[in-house]
């Protein structure tokens, strides 16, 4: 009688280009205190976004779409420039600083739903993080991440191993105001 062999146990420690989306439960660690408590709704779409210009389009309709069927429409406005400006950041700078060592790869979009907080993820292949820059008045550009971080709750970045990284922004339907939180100790 053979025994049964069994694959290896793979062990992932970091996350990479390649497999990134987010695992149940995920939530970018600088913004865990904004977590409701645990009984709070919870889900998470993911779209693959190919390289193409008329993807920022498709990812604006997938993320207006996602948001209406978790009755968070009233979001979908602020959420959809968001989405715009980030997609639309990880083609110009992540595709092209990524296309000289890499063949493109896909941008992930993901939308992760923690009570009414929602979560607003891209990851992309390029080596290059995200900053805010102050364009002069005559720059074609430059204001997108301003953008995201008038709209957002917090915003931010973290690499992915070996390359890439993902960009996330975390919204609310309301004000853009972070809500009251007790004083650490």
């Known amino acids: ?62 993320t207006t779409g996602t948001l209406t069927g978790w009755d968070l429409a009233e979001l979908g406005e602020n959420m959809e420039l968001v989405v715009s400006e980030l997609a639309t950041n990880a083609f110009r700078h992540g595709l092209r600083l990524a296309e000289r060592s890499r063949s493109k790869e896909p941008i992930r979009l993901s939308l992760i739903r923690r009570g009414t907080l929602v979560a607003c993820t891209l990851n992309d292949p390029g080596a290059g993080f995200p900053a805010l820059r102050d364009p002069s008045p005559l720059d074609i550009g430059g204001l997108g991440l301003h953008i995201v971080e008038s709209l957002s709750l917090r915003w931010g970045w973290a690499p992915l191993a070996p390359y890439g990284k993902i960009v996330w922004a975390i919204l609310q339907p309301g004000p853009c105001e972070e809500p009251d939180l007790p004083e650490r100790p």
């Open 1 to 62: 009688m053979q025994s049964a062999q069994t694959a290896p146990h793979r062990v992932t420690t970091s996350w990479t280009a390649l497999d990134w989306w987010p695992p149940v439960g995920w939530w970018p660690d600088s913004a865990r205190d904004l977590l409701p408590g645990s009984s709070a709704v919870t889900a998470s779409a993911t779209f693959v976004l190919p390289p193409h210009a008329e993807s920022v389009h498709s990812a604006r309709s997938f």
